[in-house]
């Protein structure tokens, strides 16, 4: 049995079409009913529906073989103890620094309201920025709007929330999509079958780009 993690929402939604073009097709809709690990149209695949930020923890440990986890969460969480060979081309945006509309450039110390701990500090520290990071869970256009930061590093596609709170985008740290990742473990005791799927998702993958 194949068990990959996957997080409902906008990576579920956009992997549902990859994996059935494989023949992974789940039985229950997890929009509809409450089942946390789905049988799929394959005996030997399961999908198990967590967090998006929980998908590197269950494949390190095992918990599930393979995963589907956006490259910010992954590096976030430092994901060097997963192999991570593929890119799905899914979920795509940018992570970037935002600022209010009439904010000047930043200057001095700046304070910065993210849930990327770690790859703000790191992109700050790399341009020479002092920088005190606020660790928020959600909502962080909200933090320049009330006096919490400066400014926000967070994740862009649209820019519609951003201008729908007068802020605006303004350095760009990286291009941020899905990928699909493998407890190390696995990809040795169950290669026949991880190395299979690996080889038709790359070669549909390849297809569409
Ligand atoms: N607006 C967006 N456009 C495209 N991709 C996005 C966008 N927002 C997030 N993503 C990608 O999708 C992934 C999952 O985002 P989603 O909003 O479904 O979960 P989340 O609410 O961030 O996670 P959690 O439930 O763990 O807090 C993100 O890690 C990112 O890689
Ligand atoms: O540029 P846009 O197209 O507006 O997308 C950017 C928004 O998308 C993400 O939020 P999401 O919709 O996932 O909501 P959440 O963070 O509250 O889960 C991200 O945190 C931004 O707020």
């Known amino acids: 049995m194949l068990t990959i993690a996957v997080s409902k929402g906008r ?12 023949g992974i097709e789940p039985i229950d809709d997890p929009k509809t009913c409450r089942k946390l690990i789905l049988r ?13 930020t929980d998908v590197p923890t269950f494949v390190e440990y095992g918990a599930a073989d393979l995963g589907i ?4 969460v992954l590096l976030e969480h430092g994901a060097e103890s997963l192999y991570e060979p593929l890119d799905l081309n899914i979920a795509r945006c940018r992570l970037m620094t935002a600022a209010h509309k009439n ?9 910065v309201a993210t849930k990327y701990v770690k790859i703000a500090q790191k992109y700050f520290a790399s341009q020479g920025i002092q920088a005190e990071i606020i660790k928020l869970y959600g909502s962080m ?3 320049p709007l009330v006096g919490l930061a400066d400014c926000i590093v967070d994740l862009v596609d649209t820019g519609n929330t951003l201008r729908a709170n007068d802020l605006e985008p303004r350095e ?9 990742v493998v407890n190390k473990a696995a990809m040795k005791m169950k290669n026949q079958a991880i190395a299979s799927l690996l080889d038709q998702l790359e070669k549909n993958i390849a297809q569409k780009n």
């Open 11 to 22: 990576i579920y939604e956009e992997a549902l079409p990859l994996l059935a073009e494989v």
């Open 40 to 52: 799929t149209t394959r005996d030997d695949v399961q999908l198990v529906i967590i967090r998006a």
């Open 69 to 72: 986890a956006g490259k910010d």
């Open 103 to 111: 904010a000047p450039p930043p200057y001095g110390r700046i304070r």
């Open 141 to 143: 256009e909200l933090a």
């Open 172 to 180: 760009h740290i990286m291009d941020i999509s899905s990928r699909l």
